[in-house]
């Protein structure tokens, strides 16, 4: 789909709850289209991500939604991941996703400086996106151990498959985002 209309990207408000029913059935419809495993959202807990000020969501200037992603600390703030990024298909192929994941990425910049940002997925174009923001490709043992965000994923269809490697990897591919003050300058300078 071309459009001509401008697509606004900002952090979510109050007035956004009542697209979390539709955000859920996207998340969910995109990925039996792709194919790919998710980890299924309940609609309670992205109205909670938007009240609280912890997601992102995209519309076209004539009210249209487009697209939607949110954040979740973990560790006491020592991780934050961007999670559920979804593009409604009319709008893929016109760089919404990538407006999303700056904001989103921007935003838990914002909310947690210190923190390291890490995201899960299959999309070689979520993949790409992060890279361009300084992702980098980790193992999972790089990321959160909280028993609660890998409970997340015990709809997803892979999930017997991360259970039966004991949380150590997926299909999924872990990506982690480390702000330059935690960086080892040891490991930086014998890089070069």
Known sequence: METDE???????????????LPIVAEMESSARARGTGISKRDPMDIKKKILQGNAVIAFTKSGIW???SYIQAWEGGRFVSNSGLIVVPEFRGLKVAAAIKKKIFELSRSLYPSAKIF????????????????FEPVTYTEITTDSSF????KSCINYPILAGHH????????MLFTPPELKDPVLLSTAD
């Open 150 to 153: 890998w409970a997340g994923c």
């Open 119 to 134: 995201s899960i997925t299959t999309g070689l174009p979520v993949m790409k996106l992060n890279s361009r923001l300084g």
């Open 66 to 68: 487009a697209g939607f």
């Open 6 to 20: 401008e697509i606004i990207v900002r952090v979510a408000s109050p007035e956004d709850v009542d697209f979390a």
């Open 167 to 174: 949380f150590a990897n997926c299909l999924c591919t872990a």
